[in-house]
């Protein structure tokens, strides 16, 4: 652990050997492009269809397993950075390592944001440094590093396109678990609602059909299995929208990095209409209301 005055207070990073990025990269990947493949597949299958227990199936092979393993493989690549006037330190269990600032030649931004925003450190040997570090947020990093006596490396790395991409996405606020709570679960209440009362029409004759044939419990059941249906058809929805909004996001970065933070202010609001007002919209065309 970094201790005393020498050291400014540690961040905490992800420093990944090349073979663990290509994995978190390549595990990133499919978590992000398996939704709107899903989403697509539950749309166009329809004899059969895909069935909820399916559709739960496909949702934890290709959306919850890469997730999970990204989780574990960034919580065993985790260290904490911290610099000195003229060193920086990586440190964790295991591993410290030492970098003279002099050795650094370039900080060098990846341009493909994967697993996440990160960085590699150029060294005066031509090569980079065996551990590149990613963190949601990397400009932290990079200050610290330019404070502490690696500005002359760091410089140019600020205005670079993943980074100004990574701190625009990071200005538009941390969600809490309630922002997850309402988007998530209050809101899918509705269109679950809606449609459960359309299958008791369908199938039972009137809103309380089933109720009156198989008692509450059934009751229960078949709302319960229509609410979980939906939450996980809107993770899908809003996933597929939260893909294609990044993706433009970063090339927006590219193609006009000054208005970064502008660019991302409109896929933010484009996100939360496609989700309020798409999934209305697609419930009443479904329903043909």
């Not at 990133?28 to 398996?34: C, F, G, H, L, T």
């Not at 996405?169 to 449609?195: C, D, E, N």
Request: proline content about 8%; aromatic content about 10%; some cysteine.
């Amino acid at each position: 652990m970094p201790d005393g005055s020498e050291w400014n207070s540690a961040r905490q990073v992800v420093a990944y050997p090349w073979i663990g990025r290509l994995a978190a990269a390549g595990l990133a990947a499919v978590r992000s492009a398996s939704p709107p493949a899903i989403l697509a597949l539950v749309v166009l299958a329809t004899d059969p269809p895909i069935m909820p227990p399916d559709l739960i199936r496909l949702v934890v092979i290709w959306v919850a397993a890469p997730s999970l393993a990204l989780y574990l493989i960034a919580r065993a690549y985790a260290v904490r950075v911290a610099a000195s006037v003229d060193r920086l330190l990586l440190e964790r269990h295991g591993l410290r390592i030492e970098i003279p600032f002099r050795a650094i030649v370039r900080v060098v931004p990846w341009i493909v944001p994967l697993p996440e925003p990160g960085l590699s450190l150029q060294m005066q040997t031509g090569r980079r440094l065996p551990y590149a570090l990613a963190a949601t947020d990397p400009a932290p990093v990079l200050e610290a590093l330019a404070a502490a006596g690696g500005a002359a490396a760091a410089r140019g790395a600020f205005q670079h396109p993943s980074i100004l991409y990574a701190c625009a996405r990071v200005r538009t606020g941390t969600w809490r678990w309630w922002h997850y709570a309402l988007k998530f679960v209050l809101f899918p209440l509705a269109p679950a609602g809606l449609l459960f009362n359309a299958h008791q029409h369908i199938a039972y004759g009137g809103t309380l059909g089933e109720y009156y044939l198989f008692g509450l419990r059934s009751y229960l059941e078949t709302f319960a299995l229509y609410w979980i249906t939906t939450v996980i058809d809107l993770v899908l929805w809003a996933a597929t929208w939260r893909l294609a909004g990044e993706c433009a996001a970063l090339l927006a970065a590219w193609l006009a990095p000054a208005r970064a933070a502008g660019e991302r202010r409109a896929v933010e609001i484009i996100c939360r209409l496609a989700y309020y007002l798409g999934v209305p919209i697609v419930l009443v065309r479904l329903l043909g209301c």
